[in-house]
């Protein structure tokens, strides 16, 4: 069981490592217009946008049935452990933004649709020329210990980031106090996605409480503008969260406080749900978990639907050594030909995996519908093979996780390569290992996690530039493929970024089959019991939920 | 099992053997524990022609079956018989066992005789040595070693074996001293026989009684060790099918298909009962003392 | 007495030295380097250099390996490198979840073990001997994952009468704390219970047929007064023994129970900190084990040699 | 007149694999008050078990009481089951009984106080206090010094003798009828025997309590006994008082028994007489005459008929002998078992020269060292040997004799170099010996070997018996090849009387007798000139015992073998010997040819010895003045200052007291250390 955890551990990083880079600009220059949802930056966001956000969440709520009960305390149960809680600068993965929006807020957030609205900021304004990025605060906000929440100590807060290196504020040239209310941000070159970066993915800490209490302190508690307020975190055990009384936001949250148990097995976190034991199960993306709960009426699945944080995976060969027998398209071609992807998909994932051939997700509009991908073919695979002087076949590894999905899959792919003459043997490696493959190359096969995203063009440089930092070293860097890439970075408007994007992975899927062959897409999964109302789970954006808002309906 | 023997007259080996193996054979239990572990090393010996299907290949189509006709005791996740992988399990769960037996097994022993023949700081230094490794807990020290040597099948065989050999040493010591002093290995001197001699010839082969009790012991820890190491993660890859591994697979399903961990555990539980009613036996059968009041 | 405590004291502090020699050999043989695990992927050269300086892990072994030992004297264990704190606070607030599993199912397998023992040896060959025997080699033979997840399925999930998982403190609600514990209780008594009985047994059945009981059955005393009074006592000079050897099995036993019922003890530390490489974890927790089982032999001869006058009085 | 005891057709059985062992087949005998019985007979004659299933301390799942009546005080204790509340009552309060085994007898872990109060509470229902004062009186009673402090003393701190006195008291704890002494003394020390027997004799004949005396050595029957049962595969062959049974034995075996026993008193060419053959095997025994197969007397008829019931000997009665022709000892011998005659020439030492001598020790010395403390310092020396010197001439047998702890066993093994010596020198055949190395020593290993006591652990259960005797030719490489060597063990095999076709065995499907002759065989194997035989006899039946001395004899005429023979038993070693040596704590007291030793012993100790030891014969031991010796052997570590016999002789001056006697020759060859003579 234990080698369950570490294969959640090991995708749920991966996720998160993509989205965390997501802002971080590549070496190349970085020109791309504002990403396709934020069409309605150019002019200021009213007042009231904000004000909606928040009626929204409460409008919704009450749909949900019934008046609101307050008081009680969730018991959600997960898998991530994070070390850290309290200092916001230091919580880089972001499956642990689930527990930082109890304690604290961002200035921008979403709405269910995807589109970006204010939080703490009520007003925000990109000015791309100038390459700075204004912020209105919303006014009479405290943090918990009741120092106001102003400009000033939105200042300190983005110089907290800055000093730990973080990816996303590094392309901040500086930040300035207007007045007591508004900041302006001067960044160093323009970047379209640098507004999400700032706005959504920094949490704003006491300053006060900082320097009076000092960092140790602040890694174990918490003193931000959430909801909850952290009363007790051992780490690997348990993370307990209690009533923020000066909240913002009268009447909320309904709930006294939120008790974190964290799973060393996934199999006991599934049974401590059906047995009633926790109340939210968080990150249960594992096929696994979901067939298990399967049938359980009062037990219900949240998934994000407009594609913020969601990803593809798939198996990818390593092709950048001359010896190694993937160097040569045909035998990358003849891999995605010998197996019938189809089959192990649907199978092993009891149909709750969604297949994708490409880069991108179905639904999204990147998704290239005329690609001709691969079907299961497995003499035209021998024929390749044969072609590109392998007739008689040749050994290789599967390196996979130990999730009952992965491990089961690449014994299956095993077998269906051991028809065509390809033996690969089968070899379970921990997490760590797997940062190691995918940061210094690997030869053989490995599973491949790339984030969909909106921005395909940005996602896919991490991978296909040269120095890039996810799975760069382990394949080749074809000099058509690096020419499109620039030109999506450097287009101007929508339509044509999109048909390139199109073109790009019709070059890298159809002719060099460079990622090896794309399986299906991974979407963050949590799950609630029906009586818990309000919670927002994944709705707006795949690793966030509204604690304010939720409440025991029992 | 008792047939007339018409009363012909033994020669003193056969004599000897019939009575060890009346003695040994005694009781009930000890005969269904010797056809258990004949059943099982048939099992892992003739594996490929005993079982109904290959256990590797895998059949989308029906997976997580109950038990049918066609597959007596169902298929796993991945639609492989679960029958002819635990006839498979059967070989490797055995061969742990043997294998990590027999490292524990010699160099235990030699280290025994090693301490308890030549004595004084030998003795202490090797004596402290595998107190040390006592103290540490078998499954710890296995988890260490296991993650120093890497998964697979060889790893796991020496990691055992290292873990059990304390065992042996301090038993063959303790054999080694109060044999040392019987008068036979004093008469071996008197003859003539040089002290490697005597060590050899008289007094090795009277420590091995006890040593292949606990040897027959030992089979069945190392294949429970092993199902231990294999469901913290730390056992034998896949696909080879080992009992451990096909529990903790197992788990995963145990509501809805319980039989996928239920079943590789009954045979654990049999095999490891087996080796221990035997080793009980092997005791009274070798014990001088005990020979003949059954 | 004196002599023989003296003379157990001297190999315990030997073994533990040993033990802290094995430790860190096996701890430098393990492969992965951890702080370029932890750091993650992203992690610039300068930076694992910064934390291996900081983890002293840049020094030649042999200094590394004094430095350390220098530590434990002091009871400074360092800090983990996963878990960012220091491992002796870790330690501390591991240890109760852990001997809250262990104690109660040590002493539970000694009573139950010595009973049924001498139930079995006194009724030799008689059907209630040989039913308990094969119940208790059906004990030592099953692993205790497979009957702790049966537990959990038939009394966690189907009867919901006992938690599945998890370890709530006494302080927080007694209740609670019991519930949580008692099926790892039951999972880990069982195992040792089987052998605790087995070794009861033949040591009873040595005792049974020496002269001294001859003589007191032939003083006229009752059979239960020769048994439970003459018998037993010398009996148990080689079950305390045994119990020597319990201690180091069962806190092995938690590493399994801890994983499968979710509880926060030092073997779910322990298992986490090997997968995650994490030295510092690692090194002390094997270190504190082992010391607590030399102490708990240590411990166990002395109650050894108090209880056999022909080593207390000299 | 009601007897005390009266056991009627005894049958006990015991269920073995093989079938069913009838340990005790229908034997009857009775007891009266304050009488004094001995029960003879070899091991396996059932002896033991019929007392023992008079008050059912058999174990029962093998054994079982299948017939028979035991009338004791009009109850027949039969008809109650072992663990039952009236036979509860009779054990240990009506009849006491003391083992065999001192050292194993005490429960270790309770204090000797709580042992004997134990009973007396239950049996006497006295409570804690009065319990605790009758205990320390019997200890008083028994000779132990100071009892009051030694109650809450353990098991361990006491000597073997001292224990048997202890279990003698709890015995006598709760003032039994009878007494069983199942071979009591065996395990003792002669002069701790004789000490213990008297204290039993006197405590019985004061409190009029019947005691039974288990026993296989006549001598003790000889002194103590009134009424004598003589037992043999698990019948009573012969009963009768004990000079009737002396003086004219009227069953086979009790005649066999009587020639085959060594006494003081008799000729020193008296042939000892074995009874050849091992007893016949118990399990499934059929209906005859069991000890046909060894009777010299038997003829076809006693073949033809059943087994033989107990009649009265013509003329003399409650004399009986259960036999179907009337033999005495004068009956003419039907079956002659070829032994050769013994003629015995004494040496003349006079005569012999320095060559003549094999062995020459001189000052021997062995201490070992003893620490304490914390730095293990050394803080005294055990002197198990302390400065011993004599010569032993070629084919000559020299006695060696002293009780246990006196260091006669550590001589021997330091001769053979088996322990290092602290000083003196040891020089065989010429070459002195004392400080070789293994190496160099191994040439010399080839003329000298040792024959050990137990037969048990001196043969490797493991290894054949023909490879055992092959051993030695083998590792001394006396150039023989394969098959010489293999008709060379035939040889040996033959001559020890053992049958070539036991060659295939392994050692534990030989008897005792049988082994021994197998060590024999293994250590002339090499025809060394040399041999020490340490108690080599000791742990053998009496008629066995006769046949392995006779095969030492023989093969030393033969072979001109020399022997170093060292025993606890006088008899034997004065019927065996040239010249004796007494040894007392590591020292030599007195040192002679046979003949000037027994017939007239000057130290003191030998004298306290030799008056120890009992004489088969009832009539000498009703008539011999003799004064027991008191105290015990004091140990190694406090050895007192002048003359270490001091503490215990009767004429001890201060001179002894201070000054350490040196060993000073009186008469011809006559030596002894005793300031006195």
């Known amino acids: 069981m234990r080698k369950k955890v570490i294969a959640i551990l090991l995708t749920v990083t991966m996720t998160a490592a993509m989205l965390a880079g997501c802002g971080n600009s590549g070496s190349s220059s970085d020109s791309s217009t504002e990403p396709v949802q934020e069409e309605n930056t150019e002019e200021p966001a009213t007042e009231e946008d904000s004000a909606t956000a928040e009626e929204a969440e409460t409008a919704e709520s009450e749909a949900g049935g019934g008046e609101i009960k307050t008081g009680g305390t969730l018991r959600v149960g997960t898998v991530q452990s994070p070390s850290v809680v309290g200092f916001t600068p230091e919580v880089t993965n972001n499956s642990f933004i689930q527990y930082l929006r109890c304690a604290y807020e961002s200035l921008l957030y979403y709405d269910e649709a995807g589109n970006i609205v204010g939080q703490l900021a009520s007003e925000w304004e990109a000015d791309a020329d100038a390459a700075t990025l204004t912020f209105k605060l919303v006014d009479g906000v405290n943090f918990a210990d009741g120092t106001p929440f102003n400009a000033e100590a939105v200042k300190w807060n983005i110089e907290q980031y800055i000093e730990t290196g973080r990816s996303e504020t590094n392309n901040i040239d500086s930040v300035e106090v207007v007045d007591d209310s508004t900041v302006t941000v001067k960044l160093k070159e323009w970047n379209s996605s640098s507004l999400e970066m700032i706005g959504f993915f920094i949490y704003y800490m006491s300053p006060t409480t900082f320097d009076e209490k000092g960092i140790e302190w602040m890694r174990a508690n918490s003193c931000g503008t959430g909801p909850f307020v952290v009363s007790g975190f051992d780490q690997g055990v348990s993370i307990k969260y209690t009533k923020n009384e000066n909240y913002r936001v009268e009447g909320q949250p309904y709930l006294d406080g939120i008790d974190y148990t964290i799973f060393g097995d996934s199999t006991t976190l599934t049974n401590a749900l059906k047995a009633g034991e926790v109340d939210v199960l968080t990150y249960g993306n594992d096929c696994d978990i979901m067939k298990d709960l399967e049938g359980i009426t009062n037990i219900i699945t949240e998934k994000n639907s407009n594609g913020l944080g969601v990803e593809s995976v798939g198996i990818i060969p390593s092709s950048a050594e001359e010896s190694d027998p993937f160097y040569d398209a045909k035998v990358r071609q003849a891999l995605c030909y010998a197996v019938d992807w189809d089959q192990i998909v649907t199978a092993l994932s009891y149909g709750y995996y969604e297949r994708t051939n490409q880069w991108a997700a179905p639904g999204a509009a990147t998704y290239n519908t005329d690609l001709k991908g691969y079907s299961y073919d497995p003499e035209k695979a021998k024929a390749l093979l044969a072609e590109a002087g392998y007739a008689d076949g040749f050994d290789t590894v599967i390196y996979s996780a130990s999730t009952g999905f992965q491990q089961n899959a690449a014994t299956a792919i095993s077998a269906s390569l051991a028809e065509v003459g390809i033996n690969a043997s089968v070899e379970i490696i921990d997490g760590a290992k797997g940062n190691d493959m995918m940061a210094n190359g690997w030869s053989g096969l490995y599973w491949h996690y790339a984030s969909v995203g909106p921005d395909l063009g940005l996602y896919m440089g991490r991978h296909l530039d040269v120095n890039g930092a996810y799975y760069a070293k382990g394949i080749q860097h074809p000099q058509d493929c690096l020419d499109l890439l620039n030109e999506i970075r450097a287009a101007k408007d929508e339509t044509t970024k999109v048909d390139l994007e199109w073109q790009l992975q019709e070059k890298i899927y159809d002719e060099y089959a460079l990622f090896g062959m794309p399986l299906y897409v991974n979407a963050p999964v949590h799950m609630r019991y029906d009586y818990v109302e309000g919670a927002q789970l994944a709705k707006v954006h795949a690793v966030t939920w509204s604690p304010a808002t939720t409440w025991l309906n029992k | 099992m008792k047939k007339e023997k018409e009363a012909k007259v033994l020669t003193p080996a056969q004599e000897r053997r019939k009575q060890f193996l009346d003695t040994f054979f005694a009781t009930i239990p000890v005969r269904i524990g010797f056809g258990i572990i004949a059943v099982m090393i048939v099992c892992a010996v003739f594996a490929p022609l005993v079982a109904p299907y290959d256990p590797y290949t895998q059949d989308l189509t029906n997976m997580l079956q109950g038990m049918s006709g066609a597959h007596f005791f169902g298929t796993d996740a991945l639609g492989r018989d679960l029958l002819s992988r635990i006839i498979y399990g059967a070989r490797a769960s055995l061969s742990v066992g043997l294998v990590s037996t027999l490292i524990a097994g010699s160099v235990g022993i030699a280290l025994g005789l090693m301490a308890g023949y030549l004595g004084k700081w030998i003795d202490a230094v090797i004596m402290r040595v595998m107190d040390a490794m006592m103290s540490i807990p078998v499954v710890i020290l296995a988890l260490f070693i296991g993650s120093i040597l890497g998964k697979g099948l060889g790893n796991i065989m020496l990691c055992i074996g290292i873990v059990m050999m304390p065992g042996y040493a301090r038993m063959t010591r303790g054999q080694v001293l109060s044999v040392k002093q019987l008068d036979y290995v004093t008469a071996g001197k008197i003859s003539g026989a040089t002290r490697m001699k005597n060590a050899v010839k008289h007094i090795l082969p009277n420590c091995i009684a006890p040593n292949l009790v606990l040897a027959t012991m030992n089979l069945g820890t190392a294949i429970l060790t092993e199902a231990g190491l294999s469901y913290l993660g730390m056992g034998i890859n896949p696909p080879t099918a080992s009992w451990g591994a096909m529990v903790s697979d197992g788990y995963r399903y145990l509501q809805e298909y319980p039989h996928i961990a239920i079943i590789p555990g009954i045979f654990i539980i049999l095999t490891v009962w087996a080796f221990n009613v035997c080793g009980d036996a092997l005791r009274d059968a070798t014990d001088p003392r005990l020979r003949g009041t059954r | ?314 | 007149m009601e007897h005390l005891i009266e056991v009627k057709n005894l049958h006990t059985e015991f269920k073995q694999s093989k079938g069913i062992l009838k340990a005790v087949n229908g034997v009857s005998y009775y007891l009266d008050p304050g009488e004094i019985v001995a029960f003879v007979g070899e091991s396996g004659s059932g002896k033991s078990v019929t007392q023992y299933s008079g008050v059912q301390l058999i174990a029962s799942p093998p054994g079982k009481i299948t017939e028979g009546e035991i009338w004791f005080e009009g109850q027949n204790l039969l008809s109650y089951g072992s663990n039952s509340e009236e036979l509860r009552k009779i054990r240990g309060g009506k009849i006491g009984i003391v083992f065999q085994e001192p050292m194993t007898s005490l429960n270790p872990v309770m204090t000797i106080g709580n042992q004997l109060t134990e009973s007396v509470m239950l049996h006497l229902h006295m409570t804690k206090a009065q319990a605790r004062e009758r205990a320390t009186e019997l200890l008083k009673k028994v000779g132990i010094p100071d009892p009051e402090s030694r109650l809450n003393a353990y098991p361990h701190q006491f000597s073997g003798g001292m224990r048997q006195r202890i279990v003698i008291a709890m015995a006598l704890s709760c003032n039994p009828k009878l007494l069983i002494a199942d071979e009591a003394t065996t395990a003792l020390d002669v002069t701790t025997q004789a000490q213990i027997l008297d204290l039993m004799q006197d405590i019985v004949r004061e409190s009029n309590t019947a005691m039974v005396l288990v026993t296989h050595n006549l001598s003790i029957v000889a002194r103590y006994a009134q009424r004598v049962y003589v037992m043999y595969a698990g019948e009573i062959v012969e009963h009768g008082t004990t000079e009737e049974i002396f003086k004219n034995p009227h069953h086979p075996y009790t005649i066999g028994l009587m020639n085959a026993v060594p006494g003081l008193n008799d000729q020193k060419d008296r042939k000892l007489i074995p009874i050849t053959g091992f007893v016949t095997n118990l399990v499934n025994r059929k209906d005859e005459c069991a000890f046909m197969n060894r009777c010299p007397y038997a003829t076809k008829e006693c073949a033809s008929c059943t087994t033989p019931q107990l009649k009265a000997v013509p003329g003399e009665e409650d004399h009986f002998a259960a036999c179907h022709r009337t033999v005495t000892k004068e009956t003419k011998v039907e079956k002659v078992f070829d032994v050769a005659d013994r003629t015995y020439v004494a040496k003349d030492y006079g005569k012999m020269a320095e060559t003549d001598k094999i062995l020459k020790v001189e000052d021997l010395k062995v201490y070992f060292p003893v620490y304490k403390g914390l730095m293990r310092k050394k803080i005294a020396d055990v002197k198990a040997v302390d400065g011993i010197t004599f010569d032993i001439y070629k084919g000559e047998t020299f006695g060696l004799v002293g009780e246990s702890g006196c260091g006669k066993s550590t001589v021997a093994r330091t001769i053979l170099r088996l322990n290092n010596s602290t000083g003196g020198k040891i020089t065989f055949n010429g070459t002195d010996i004392t400080h070789l190395d293994d190496v160099k020593m191994r040439e010399h290993r080839r003329n000298m070997s040792m024959i050990f006591q137990d037969p048990y652990g001196s043969l490797d259960p493991r290894q054949r018996a023909g490879d055992i005797v092959k051993e030695p030719m083998k590792n001394f490489k006396i150039g023989l090849s394969e098959e010489e060597m293999d008709k060379r063990v035939d040889e040996l095999f033959a001559l020890v009387g053992l049958d070539p076709a036991y060659r295939e065995r392994v050692p534990h499907e030989f008897s005792g007798g049988q082994r021994q002759r197998l060590v024999i065989a293994r250590a002339i194997s090499t025809n060394p000139s040399f041999i020490v035989c340490d108690e080599a006899i000791s742990a053998l039946d009496v008629s066995i015992q006769a046949q392995v001395i006779n095969l030492l004899e023989e093969l030393q005429q033969k072979l001109g073998l020399t022997y170093l023979f060292i025993a606890h038993d006088l008899s034997v070693v004065r019927h065996i010997s040239d010249r004796v040596a007494v040894m007392y704590l590591g020292q030599m007291v007195e040192f002679a040819d046979w003949d000037s030793l027994y017939s007239n012993p000057l130290h003191p100790y030998t004298k306290s010895l030799l008056e120890a030891v009992p004489v088969p014969d009832p009539f000498t031991e009703k008539t011999r003045e003799r004064q027991i010796v008191q105290g015990e052997v004091p140990s190694p570590m406090q050895r007192p200052a002048g003359c270490a016999f001091s503490t215990r002789c009767p004429h001890a001056t201060d001179r002894c007291r201070t000054q350490m006697p040196v060993l000073k020759e009186r008469t011809d060859g006559h030596k002894v250390a005793c300031h006195m003579i």
Not at chain 3, 170 to 185: H, T
Not at chain 3, 234 to 257: Q, R, S
Not at chain 3, 272 to 286: G, P
Request: hydrophobic share 50%.
């Open chain 3, 1 to 314: 007495m004196g002599k023989y405590v003296f003379k157990r004291l001297g190999q315990s502090l030997i073994v533990v030295f040993i033990v802290t020699v094995i430790v860190f050999g096996l701890m430098h043989l393990l492969p992965g380097d951890p702080i370029q695990i932890y750091l993650g992927d992203t992690a610039t050269e300068e930076q694992i250099a910064y934390y291996t300086k900081q983890f002293g892990l840049d020094q030649p072994l042999p200094v590394q390996y004094i430095r350390w030992i220098g530590g434990l004297f002091k009871g400074e264990m360092g800090r983990s490198i996963t878990y960012s704190i220091d491992v002796k606070e870790l330690l501390l607030r591991r240890v109760a979840s852990t001997l809250s599993v262990t104690f109660p199912a040590f002493v539970l397998a000694l009573l139950i073990g010595i009973c049924l023992g001498v139930i079995t040896s006194t009724h030799r060959g008689r059907t209630l001997d040989s039913l308990l025997t094969s119940i208790a080699n059906v004990g030592i033979a099953t692993p205790a994952f497979w009957i702790g997840m049966i537990l959990v399925y038939i009394f966690g999930l189907k009867l919901k009468w006992l938690p599945v998982q998890g370890y709530v403190p006494f302080s927080e609600s007694p209740s609670d704390y019991i519930k949580c514990l008692v099926m790892p209780v039951i999972v880990l008594t069982l195992g040792h219970l089987s052998s605790n009985t087995r070794q009861t047994r033949s040591s009873m059945l040595e005792v049974i047929s020496q002269d001294y009981i001859r003589t007191a059955r032939s003083k006229g005393l009752s059979e239960k007064t020769v048994v439970y009074k003459h018998a037993l006592r010398n009996a148990l000079i080689p079950i305390v023994t045994m119990m020597g050897g319990a201690v180091g099995a069962l806190l092995g036993g938690t590493v399994v129970i801890e994983n499968l019922f979710n509880i926060p003890g030092v073997g779910a530390l322990m298992l986490t900190a090997i997968i995650n490489k994490d030295y510092m974890v690692v090194q002390n927790v094997t270190f504190v084990i082992a010391v607590a089982v030399v102490i708990c032999n240590l411990l166990i001869d002395i109650l050894y040699g108090y209880i056999d006058p022909r080593i207390r009085v000299e």
